[in-house]
């Protein structure tokens, strides 16, 4: 009885979606909510699952990387586990006026994401799959895979893929804004690795975007992709395993100047190695310092120790205070190696944290300076003293390749080497300590945007508080930003994906 009146809800939604996709989108009041979920309740798979606040999991499935600051406005978790499953609650929500917000990784930090006012939780973490083709050379990954899982999936058949570093975080929440990782000089950035994408747009219907079909879809995805739909799948280029060879260097404060002077060189060496990445992290570590915090540098090398040591030579001379190598490190490893996996600081979940990302065309001594001597502050404060400062200069070989007309991607992304930026953590509520924690985070980036002279300001959308320009995100080119604010008229006109970093359709 339930499934035919949800049945015959379903036909009079499917009689009137057409006139509904012309509406502007408002959101109705909670309450349609019963209604929604009642409607879609039969229409889902098996291993899909409604969650109401009434259910003991509700607590579990609101826990984010970073709440409570980022914290949705959920009524219901909609556990989807087929792309059919994400249609049919697209289509419904849809019909109902009711916003919704995937959520795969929950590591996404942008304040944006707080502008859901209700509405449904779409989790896609059941979607989580990885298969490799028979040829080796793709693999299909389901819309809800973790890096760790993919990873693993894939080491397995002596495969790696393109991710970002964190275990925790998603494949597809990194890749659709870029994807920056230890192996983006040699293969580019996550997201110019996808042969395929499954998509399922505003109006609830899943389309492959790919170089045969829908391109505009495909090149949106690529670039501005959580502004255009659900991935529910993605086929990925995957590659042959390397073991590597990893050094951990760690600098006092007085070396900061001659070692990014040394990165920036390398950086800018044409023979600079595509299977190589440098990052640093800024990090107290009182047993080496006591007062200020310290730089733990790595250098990451897909290859022997023997290949490795002129490359890192220079480094060592600089006379850092620790020196670790580790050799013959198989790709799994490496994520423990650099600190990046599950049980790292990096994967911590329910505690606040942001960061104010700003990629640069180089390192400018003074305004690092500057940055650095704000973030000790920060650190100093017992509230944020577990904060770090990301700099990172992972390479450009394979990221130049790609011809930057060719996706959403902004140029900047493409020209700086640079991407930095303070994560700041901290516990609790309370509205002081935040506004504190943003107001250091602000004056971080200032710092080191001060040092670029007449380049554009540009920053990562997947570090981006949600505060910056559309230009300074998305590009400042006539024909990108046109490009893009047309597409989201035609794909999203009623803004159902724009709690991310949001693309304006005007
Ligand atoms: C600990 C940590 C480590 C990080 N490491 C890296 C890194 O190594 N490289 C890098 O480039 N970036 C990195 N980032 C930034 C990261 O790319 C973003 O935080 C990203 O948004 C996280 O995605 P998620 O799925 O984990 O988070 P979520 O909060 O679940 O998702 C983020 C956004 O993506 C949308 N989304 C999720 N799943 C889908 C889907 N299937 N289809 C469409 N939209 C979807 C969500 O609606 C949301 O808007 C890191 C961030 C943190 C906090």
Not at 63 to 91: C, F, H, L, W
Not at 149 to 171: D, F, H, I, M, W
Not at 395 to 408: I, N, P, Q, R
């Amino acid at each position: 009885m339930h499934s035919l009146i949800a049945f015959t809800a379903w036909l009079s939604l499917g009689q009137s979606l057409t006139s509904a996709q012309t509406q502007v989108f408002l959101p109705r009041a909670p309450d349609s909510l019963v209604a929604a979920t009642s409607t879609l309740r039969p229409w889902l798979s098996k291993d899909a699952r409604i969650v109401f606040p009434s259910k003991e999991e509700w607590a579990e499935l609101q826990i984010r990387g970073s709440s409570p600051r980022i914290s949705p406005n959920y009524n219901v978790v909609v556990e989807v586990a087929t792309e059919a499953d994400v249609e049919k609650t697209v289509q419904i929500a849809g019909h109902y006026g009711i916003p919704f917000l995937a959520v795969s990784g929950t590591h996404g930090w942008a304040i944006t994401l707080n502008n859901l006012p209700f509405g449904i939780q779409i989790n896609m973490r059941k979607l989580n799959s990885t298969t490799v083709d028979p040829r080796g050379k793709t693999a299909t990954v389901g819309g809800g895979t973790l890096q760790h899982e993919v990873t693993r999936a894939l080491y397995a058949k002596n495969k790696q893929a393109v991710t970002g570093l964190c275990e925790c975080v998603s494949v597809i929440g990194p890749l659709m804004g870029g994807g920056h990782s230890m192996l983006q000089a040699r293969h580019g950035y996550a997201l110019d690795n996808i042969v395929s994408a499954r998509v399922v747009l505003a109006n609830g219907t899943a389309v492959t975007a790919s170089e045969t079909k829908n391109l505009d879809l495909f090149w949106a995805v690529r670039g501005a992709g959580h502004n255009f739909g659900i991935v529910t799948s993605m086929v990925l280029n995957v590659y042959d395993v390397q073991n590597w060879t990893a050094y951990v260097l760690i600098f006092t404060q007085d070396k900061i100047e001659k070692l990014f002077s040394l990165v920036n060189e390398v950086d800018a060496q044409p023979s600079r190695p595509s299977n190589m990445f440098l990052t640093g992290t800024g990090v107290r570590i009182s047993d080496i310092d006591a007062k200020n915090p310290v730089i733990a540098y790595t250098l990451g090398f897909e290859g022997t120790e023997q290949e490795a040591a002129p490359w890192v030579a220079p480094f060592q001379a600089l006379g850092p205070a620790v020196t670790q190598v580790a050799t013959d490190v198989d790709y799994i490893s490496l994520h423990t190696v650099t600190q990046n996996n599950l049980e790292s600081t990096t994967c911590r979940r329910n505690l606040n944290i942001v960061g104010n990302g700003a990629s640069l065309p180089s390192w400018n001594m003074s305004a690092l300076r500057n940055a650095y001597n704000i973030f000790g502050e920060l650190t100093a404060d017992s509230r944020f003293n577990t904060s770090v400062f990301l700099l990172e200069n992972y390479g450009m070989e394979g990221v130049e390749a790609v011809d930057a007309s060719s996706t959403a991607l902004a140029l900047e992304e493409r020209l700086y080497p640079v991407l930095t930026s303070p994560v700041i953590w901290w516990e609790g509520n309370d509205t002081q300590t935040t506004a504190d924690a943003y107001a250091y985070g602000e004056k971080i980036r200032a710092a080191l945007f001060a040092g670029m002279g007449k380049a554009k300001k540009h920053t990562y959308v997947n570090y981006a508080i949600g505060t910056e320009s559309f230009e300074q995100i998305y590009g400042y080119e006539d024909w990108r930003v046109k490009k893009l604010k047309s597409l989201k008229r035609k794909l999203d006109p009623k803004n159902r994906f724009g709690y991310y970093n949001p693309v304006p359709a005007v």
